[in-house]
């Protein structure tokens, strides 16, 4: 067992159509190549969006929660989608699971048409969705089974599966106890387990492990790559950095509805213009070493603050080499050393100038589906 | 020291301003009951049918039996206009045939007027006594036409299904109210209850159909109004004192039951296929309540109703389960009579399962 989950090697990025945005937000509408973007959709490609667009129009204001998402999930990946609180996500993913239809745009889940093959689609998803879907009158057990039954799980192999996932979510002692006298996080696993009852082909996960403490976070991430080594597609919707640093093979950031970038983690970075932060400590500086230091390749700044010096790298490890090579030669002793990459706070703060948690996210909720017509 | 009752005021009175429509039903509720309730029961009853006919033989009319037709079918209810009148006279040439139509509840009375050849000149009246309203404004008109032709005939009523007491009349009709109450709080509530706390979302991606989500929750919702209804018809029969006359009687008790369990659960379910709040729904099926009880003819004969709520009974599946359940608890009567009222509700039964499968809303916009 991993703790903390083990980060996946990252899937190496596609070097044909990596769909990297041309700058900022503004005018970042990733255009997959069109040709082999869908002569190839039949084997790496398990969702397609072309144009996806969602405008919720009421009285007072319309929203467009999802505005003009192209992109595509790759067979057996964990995919990230990225983004402060209202910013489109659960849309998309509603989208997708059939519970919402576009405004404008197609999408295809395992090339079928979310607005052509709703049932084809529903028979091969599993869905956790955002807020507690489970029947909080009924046992665990009940809820699994009703679910079992929805999802077409064989009678004969039904008991066993809802035993193997109650166990899994630590709730096989109180499989028979309501689902309304359960902690946040019991009910949170149990949808959890439940999306996954019928060993779907994608399973949507729509922030997963919001409210729940560190511990059984890290359970829920342990099972979700379990899942993924299963070959199951995971789409992942949060506004954790670490969750989807730690989880997915690629990420999506969705800023006010749109696509702002997607790619795998290690492209991101190099997103950054600045590039990695290299941090030493020293006792005294060379002046002669400082100028030198400036003019290695791949360094980008060197600014000297007593006793360190802090370099930014486009690629840290590489440069870091030359760095070191040069305080040999000027015999100036090293007493620390730290490389740090971008984490996925400092590129998203970088695409969008602003943080995840501390974002206008609140303003900008998308209103969704409301519960009243 | 008032902040506490202030914000909780505030609070409560902002909610009830919100919602227009539960402000609207709170006004409408006491309206629409003035006018149904008040039009149902209060309305004068006219237009009742009832059978004339002469005792044979000799073949000819008596003047008294053409007289006495022509007054009884010309007895104007306050104004001159023909359209209020009392009775609305059948002539038979035939005892026996006219009394078949009373007992098939065609007609609710039928007048027999002596030959001239009687021994005791005496006028019959046959009254179907399952109805408790009818039969003494015919008797009455029976009198005063009578009285009116100088005749002094003796009248000899006849209640062809004995003393029925206004309890036992209502009585069938509160199986029906059972059956409305449990389809109110059970049918349908559960997909409403769902929708306000967004567990639908989690079925809703599931491979199952809008129809077997529909048909699930009707079939549920028929099984519990039918225990209900089931357990009050037992204990009507035990407070009114009505007998069964045989167990084939029993067994179209309970198909009837059934059947009107289905019409109306699938009625209640076709409207909670569309709403998202409680207080909503259960307003409007309060509302509805109110509209199919009163027109049902539980209370009151529906013949007593003006003639734009007597519409109303047309569509009304309560009117049917009602006049079905008298038809065999109260009359007797078998498959003849009521299966007009069961062909009725299992049409009405099957447009409202259609409607609530076609409105069922599968996406959560």
């Not at chain 1, 009910?187 to 729940?212: M, N, Q, S, W, Y």
């Not at chain 2, 009853?45 to 073949?59: L, T």
């Not at chain 2, 045939?97 to 001239?116: E, H, N």
Request: glycine letters at 8%; hydrophobic letters at 45%.
């Amino acid at each position: 067992m991993h703790l903390f989950g083990q980060k996946k090697d990252p899937v190496p990025a596609p070097q044909t159509s990596p769909e990297l945005p041309k700058e900022a937000a503004g005018n970042a509408t990733p255009q997959p190549d069109r040709q082999t973007g869908w002569s190839t959709a039949g084997d790496s490609a398990i969702i397609r969006i072309d144009h996806l667009s969602k405008v919720f129009a009421s009285k007072t204001k319309t929203v467009t929660a999802v505005n003009d998402v192209s992109f595509e999930v790759k067979r057996g990946e964990i995919f990230g989608l990225l983004g402060a609180n209202g910013a489109g996500k659960s849309t998309l993913i509603r989208i997708l699971t059939t519970l919402l239809s576009p405004t404008s745009g197609q999408a295809f889940v395992n090339n079928y048409d979310i607005t052509q093959d709703p049932e084809k689609i529903r028979e091969i998803i599993g869905v956790c969705a955002q807020n507690y879907t489970s029947d909080s009158e009924l046992t665990a057990y009940d809820n699994l089974e009703f679910y079992g039954k929805l999802e077409n799980v064989p009678d004969s192999i039904l008991q066993d599966r809802i035993w193997e996932l109650l166990k899994m979510a630590g709730l096989a002692d109180r499989a028979y106890m309501p689902v309304g006298t359960f902690s946040g996080g019991m009910k949170r696993k149990l949808e959890i387990v439940r999306a996954f009852i019928h060993r779907p082909l994608i399973l949507f996960l729509d922030e997963p492990t919001i409210g729940l403490d560190p511990e059984a976070r890290r359970e829920v991430w342990q099972q979700i790559m379990m899942l993924n080594r299963e070959n199951t597609t995971i789409i992942l919707t949060t506004h954790y950095m670490d969750e989807a640093e730690k989880l997915c093979d690629r990420i999506a950031f969705v800023e006010k509805g749109r696509l702002i970038a997607l790619d795998t983690m290690e492209n991101l970075r190099k997103l950054i213009p600045a590039g990695d932060l290299i941090e030493i400590g020293i006792d005294h500086m060379d002046p002669r070493a400082e100028e030198e230091l400036r003019s290695v390749p791949l360094v980008n700044a060197v600014s000297v603050v007593e006793h360190k010096i802090m370099i930014s790298a486009t690629n840290g490890s590489e440069a870091i080499l030359s760095i070191l090579a040069l305080f040999e030669k000027f015999q100036i002793p090293v007493s620390s050393l730290s490389i740090r990459s971008p984490s996925l706070e400092d590129i998203f703060i970088y695409l969008t100038g602003k943080g995840l948690d501390n974002g206008n996210g609140e303003g900008n909720d998308a209103p969704g589906p409301g519960r009243k017509r | 020291m008032l902040r506490g009752p202030l914000a909780i005021f505030k609070r409560d009175f902002k909610k009830f301003l919100s919602n227009p429509f539960i402000i609207m039903m709170t006004l409408f509720m006491p309206i629409m009951y003035l006018i149904i309730f008040g039009s149902a029961m209060g309305g004068t009853i006219s237009h009742i049918p009832v059978g004339v006919v002469q005792e044979v033989p000799p073949y000819q009319d008596t003047p008294l039996f053409t007289n006495a037709s022509y007054q009884l079918n010309h007895i104007s209810q306050g104004s001159e206009n023909d359209a209020e009148k009392q009775l609305d006279v059948t002539l038979y040439t035939d005892e026996v045939q006219a009394k078949q139509d009373l007992q098939d509840g065609k007609i609710s009375a039928v007048i027999v007027f002596p030959s001239s050849v009687s021994n005791d000149n005496a006028v019959r009246v046959y009254v179907d006594s399952s109805d408790s309203i009818t039969p003494p404004l015919v008797e009455g008109a029976v009198t005063s036409v009578l009285e009116q032709l100088g005749a002094h005939n003796p009248i000899i009523i006849d209640k062809i299904y004995g003393d029925i007491t206004y309890l036992q009349f209502f009585g069938v009709g509160v199986i029906m109210m059972a059956i409305f109450t449990s389809t109110m709080f059970g049918g349908g509530i559960a997909l409403i209850k769902d929708r306000e706390n967004g567990i639908h979302e989690g079925y809703l991606v599931t491979p199952v159909k809008r129809s077997s989500i529909v048909m699930g929750i009707i079939s549920s919702g028929t099984v519990r109004a039918f225990i209900a209804g089931f357990t009050i018809f037992w204990i009507d029969l035990l407070i009114t004192g009505i007998t069964l006359q045989s167990f084939q009687d029993f067994l179209l008790v309970l198909l009837v039951i059934l059947i009107a369990c289905m019409g109306v659960t699938s009625l209640v379910v076709s409207f909670a296929s569309r709403f998202s709040s409680q207080q909503e729904y259960s307003s409007v099926i309060a509302f509805f309540n109110l509209m199919l009880f009163m027109t049902s003819g539980a209370f009151y004969p529906v013949i007593g109703m003006p003639g734009w709520l007597r519409w109303i009974t047309v569509i009304n599946p309560e009117y049917y389960g009602i006049h079905a359940l008298r038809s065999i608890i109260l009359r007797n009567q078998g498959f003849n009579v009521i299966g007009i009222d069961l062909i009725a509700l299992l049409i009405f039964s099957s447009v409202m399962i259609i409607l609530g499968i076609v409105t069922f809303r599968r996406t959560l916009e």
